[in-house]
Nanobody, 125 residues
């Protein structure tokens, strides 16, 4: 089982940008599926974006066109570039990974084995 560590969260005004990073370690090979989830206060955790090892990406409708997920294989780091941020993007953002492509197809929290500790993103109006 690998280890995921997120960084890059912070506070920003609406319309601003942030880039989150997720450093993966301890994996014998790069996870097939990695993704970003978020959880706002009082709400369930929801999926944001997913990256399949060969470069296929998918996004939740709420962030499509504003967020970009990418991965640096050399650094084994997953990124989430967030532009045009809105107050409703405020949440704790989690990185997740799994060895099976099905996790990126189903895109459900319960399909991911490994999770980071989360990083807080706060967007003020």
């Amino acid at each position: 089982q690998g280890h995921l560590v997120e960084s890059g969260g912070g506070s920003v005004q609406a319309g601003g940008s942030l880039r989150l990073s997720c450093a993966a370690s301890g994996y014998p090979e790069s996870p097939v599926c990695m993704g970003w989830f978020r959880q706002a206060p009082g709400k369930e955790r929801e999926g944001v974006a997913w990256f399949i090892r060969r470069g296929t990406t998918t996004y939740a409708d709420s962030v499509k066109g504003r967020f970009t997920i990418s991965k640096d294989d050399a650094e084994n780091t997953l990124y989430l570039q967030m532009n045009s941020l809105k107050p409703e993007d405020t949440a704790v953002y989690y990185c997740a990974a799994d060895s099976y492509i099905g996790a990126c197809i189903q895109r459900r929290e319960r399909d991911f084995r490994d999770w980071g500790q989360g990083t807080q993103v706060t967007v003020s109006s």
